[in-house]
């Protein structure tokens, strides 16, 4: 039997990290719900955050004080996540996927290191297919460009088979003052690189989710359809309504605040 299309949609406006990670949650509950009768969809949602640096599950609230009060004080915010890793940062200028995904459909069940092999997979592709950006080779999860650079992170949670949380991807220079304030995924002595630095010429961001989306589908092999938030029923209200807040938000900081 044929897998059924993935849905997708890509958000104009930075989004909040907080009001994302509830619309998540909300897809997820609706997921689950309608999965007793098949008559669920999956997503893939695209997007960029306003500054925020996240932690992962792992890390509590007292352990991370020190470093909440020193990156909000720069301009971000500061959550802890439900996904897995570490410290990392998300913002303008870098592509977030969330894949929504009922890995059970696939027969057999698609297990967790699989689904984060093709989703590695999927980004070389990318890169290597539209900017002729070879990856290098690394023992941690993500995708590098040299020993020391990095240029995509993976953090994912599943939970009853139904994933989220997804990649992030550096499309511009714009997130790279940014993850210079931290250790990003404990790798000490590695720093980020972005699309741009790689072939040293402007990249707009909506210009690759074409490429991003097509990829995704052919690695995960599935049909990639674009939302019409009319037909999703509460799945699109509530997309809807995240678009607004986006909106309303209005701008963010560019760079880091300078701290004395």
Same mark, same amino acid.
């Given at each position: %039997? ?7 949609h ?14 998540q ?5 609706i ?16 997007l ?7 932690a ?53 069940? %698609? ?7 093709? %989703? ?32 995509a ?67 995960y092999?599935r049909?990639?359809?674009? %939302? ?33």
């Amino acid at each position: %039997m044929s897998l059924p299309p993935v849905v997708y949609h890509f958000f104009r406006a930075p989004l909040p990290y907080t009001h994302t990670l509830k619309v998540q949650e909300a897809i997820h509950q609706i997921q689950h719900a309608l999965r007793r009768d098949s008559m669920h969809r999956d997503y893939l949602l695209l997007l960029q955050h306003r500054p925020v640096y996240t932690a992962g599950r792992r890390q509590t609230e007292d352990s991370t004080t020190d470093e909440r009060v020193r990156l909000k004080g720069i301009g971000a915010d500061f959550v802890i996540a439900t996904r897995g890793g570490q410290l990392t940062y998300h913002g303008p200028g870098q592509i977030v996927g969330y894949p929504l995904l009922d890995i059970s459909r696939y027969d057999p069940t %698609m297990g967790a290191r699989d689904y984060v092999c093709r %989703m590695e997979k999927m980004l070389r592709l990318y890169l290597k297919e539209t900017h002729d950006i070879s990856h290098f080779p690394s023992e941690h999860t993500g995708v590098f460009l040299d020993p020391t650079t990095k240029i995509a992170s993976i953090g994912v949670q599943i939970r009853h088979r139904l994933t989220s949380h997804g990649f992030a991807l550096n499309i511009t220079r714009e997130p790279l003052p940014w993850f210079d304030k931290i250790v990003a995924c404990g790798l000490d002595g590695v720093k980020a690189g972005s699309v741009e630095t790689a072939v040293n010429k402007n990249v707009n961001v909506t210009a690759e989710i074409p490429a991003l989306v097509e990829t995704f589908g052919r690695t995960y092999e599935r049909e990639m359809v674009e %939302m019409r938030l009319e037909d999703e029923g509460e799945v699109g209200d509530v997309i809807a309504n995240l678009e607004k807040e986006a909106i309303h938000a209005g701008s963010w900081p560019q760079t880091p605040h300078f701290m004395t």
